[in-house]
């Protein structure tokens, strides 16, 4: 029933204060509520709960039942989760596209986005380092080479893991390595592979930590020659798995579909 649903997103925060009458702490459950809303977050934590719940239910008829069958498919779901996520994506891009294009045109220049960016109080002046980064990365996502970016490109240039762009995953491949490569041989060892991935605390707890890190650090190694290559780096990092949106829609369906037939009803 329709009741699964509203009574599942309760679960992760979402409209509890609807459900029981109790307060909730506002901005932890935007962010939980923004993941299945999407664009129609905005402003539900003030609505009444009538209201509230009439609008949920139009938004899973009208939006996600495709078929207007009064049930969600797996499909389904994992196509409005891939909308809300890949939508949330092409909002950041279009903010920071526009906040960096003085000049109101098709496209921003290097050196208004390095302006925008650096002129922010809240972002650290740049090191030689991530200066470079910031270039190669630009030059990367500037398909054109007019060291302008369109749009598109700069979707790219902003969000460069979330693009299936072969070059850029190369780029970011190299960074990782360098991060790690102590003795800068472009392979990196087992020591050098989990320098960056411990902290103190695991440190000083036993070695299951590092059992697990070995685990992960050998499934990597390919041909198994006890050394991490760019390119088994690369399948590492970038290797194509379940999308995160589609991990969300598998999770909601798991919560709410109470007989595991597959299909969530919208009845009321």
């Known amino acids: 029933m329709f009741k699964q649903i509203f009574t599942c997103l309760s679960v992760f925060g979402l409209f509890q204060h609807v459900l029981s ?8 459950a935007h ?4 993941v299945f809303l999407g664009e129609y977050a905005q402003n539900v934590l003030n609505m009444p709960p009538g209201e509230l719940e009439d609008m949920l239910y139009w938004l899973v008829e009208q939006r996600i039942d495709g078929d207007k069958d009064m049930k969600i498919s797996l499909d ?3 196509h409005w989760m891939q909308h809300v996520y890949h939508t949330d994506l092409d909002n950041a891009v279009m903010h920071a596209f526009f906040e960096c294009n003085k000049k109101k045109d098709s496209d921003v220049t290097f050196r208004e986005y390095r302006s925008c960016l650096h002129g922010k109080p809240s972002t650290p002046p740049p090191t030689p380092k991530s200066e470079n980064r910031m270039v ?10 007019d060291n302008r970016l369109s749009m598109t490109e700069f979707g790219v240039f902003y969000f460069p893991d979330e693009h299936h762009n072969q070059e850029m995953h190369g780029l970011l491949t190299d960074e990782y390595i360098e991060d790690r490569d102590l003795d800068q041989d472009s392979l990196l060892s087992f020591q050098e592979f ?8 695991d440190l000083n707890s036993g070695a299951d930590w590092e059992v697990g890190l070995m685990e992960r650090y050998t499934s990597i190694d390919e ?15 970038f290797q ?8 969300e829609a598998r999770h ?15 009845e009321r």
């Open 240 to 247: 194509i798995e379940e999308d995160p949106a589609d991990e």
């Open 223 to 237: 041909n198994k020659d006890g050394l991490l290559s760019h390119p088994e780096l690369e399948h590492y990092l």
């Open 136 to 145: 190669a990365r630009w030059k990367q996502a500037d398909d054109n080479g």
């Open 76 to 78: 389904e779901m994992k």
């Open 21 to 28: 009458g109790e307060d909730v702490d506002k901005n932890a």
């Open 194 to 201: 989990i320098a960056n991935s411990v902290d103190e605390k």
């Open 31 to 34: 962010t939980h509520q923004h």
């Open 252 to 266: 909601i369906m798991a919560e709410t579909d109470d007989d595991e037939d597959g299909l969530i009803s919208t």
